[in-house]
């Protein structure tokens, strides 16, 4: 399957208007989360490499900045996602440089399930120049972890909380985190109360609780009732993100 390095721009529920940068072969990530809405992960793993040709991907950014698209209705922001983890290119550093540099009127955003901060040093400097980074926890207990993200062998709870600790201390923009819903496995108290603690050690600066808005990974995954994702969110100390307009094709 073949997708373009750069997407869009799509009308994002959060961000606005926003032009995607994929960065890797269909599905590379270093989770398996059931709900995904990219289809399930079929490299699985945590290897940082130059997935897709770098050039390639400054190629068709220089292309874009030239075009009359561009020119005509440039987006709010431009935002590495599309079809797994961005933070397992090696070079993503070196184009979020590029773009910062390209266009400088844009916000540049990081869309990362952030496992990756707690293996990889050279991260932390890679992402510096985001500004704004969401990443994602959706469980805080082990079984919980493994029933909702299915994730790279050697990813651990403990791995992946210290792995957004060590992204919040480093990073100085914003951190949205977000964690999604799934009914019947991270929607009980207990889950909640672990999310909660969690959440706490993190410290992010704005929670966001999603949910379901595209047909996921897995037959028969739900989110809860929209009036449940009120409450969650509350008790979280967040804000739901609201269902996308039908007619938005895609959204990140
Ligand atoms: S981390 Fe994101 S891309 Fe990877 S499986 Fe989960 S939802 Fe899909």
Redesign the pocket.
Known sequence: MAKKCIFGPILSRRLGSSLGINLLPYKT?S???I??E?GV?TNLTTERKEYIPTQEVIESLKKYAASSQFRSAPPYCITFAGW??PTLHSALGEIAHFIKKLFPEQKLVLIT?GTLFAFYEELSEEVKEMDIIIP?LDAASPQALQAI?QPHPRITLNSYIESLIKLRKHFPGEIWLEIFIVEGINDSERELNFLKEKIALVSPHRVQINALDRNPAREGVKSPPFYKLEEIASFLGGETILPSPRKSKVVV
Do not use: R, V
Request: charged share 15%; with cysteine; proline share 0%.
């Open positions: 990530c989770l398996n989360c709900y995904c990219c992960t797994g983890e399930n994602s993200d």
